[in-house]
């Protein structure tokens, strides 16, 4: 069973830092790409990030750009978003999600992705 479970949200105040973590099972880690995405009230759920586990490849949403970091670590089938520098329109929940293309945020159904993670930055 494919299950991917997003954690690491919390209340951080305009200008820090947050660390999110997405943990896989059921999947061949190594041999998928895995996504961020976010939605905040009332708005579309938007992807944010991508990394290809395959080869490395990263991906951003402009608004994020320069600020968000993803990496992944495939030992433990956990990829990571590193926020810096973080503003209140960031304030969303995330989930991360098994990609099926990174570069037009294509992702498998939402079935897989898990619980998300609440995010909340104040001004």
């Known amino acids: 069973e494919v299950q991917l479970q997003a954690s690491g949200g919390g209340l951080v105040q305009a200008g820090g830092s947050l660390r999110l973590s997405c943990v896989a099972s059921?999947?061949?880690?190594?041999?998928?790409?895995i996504g961020w995405f976010r939605q905040a009230p009332g708005k579309e759920r938007t992807g944010v990030s991508c990394?290809?586990?395959?080869?490395?490849?990263?991906y951003y949403d402009d608004s994020v750009k320069g600020r968000f970091t993803i990496s992944s670590d495939n030992a433990k089938n956990t990829v990571f978003l590193q926020m810096n520098s973080l503003k209140p329109e960031d304030t969303a929940v995330y989930y991360c999600a098994p990609m099926i293309l990174c570069s037009s945020w294509t992702a498998y159904g939402t079935s897989y992705w898990g619980k998300g993670t609440q995010v909340t930055v104040s001004s």
């Open positions: 990394i290809s586990n395959s080869d490395g490849r990263t």
């Open positions: 059921g999947i061949t880690f190594d041999e998928f790409a």
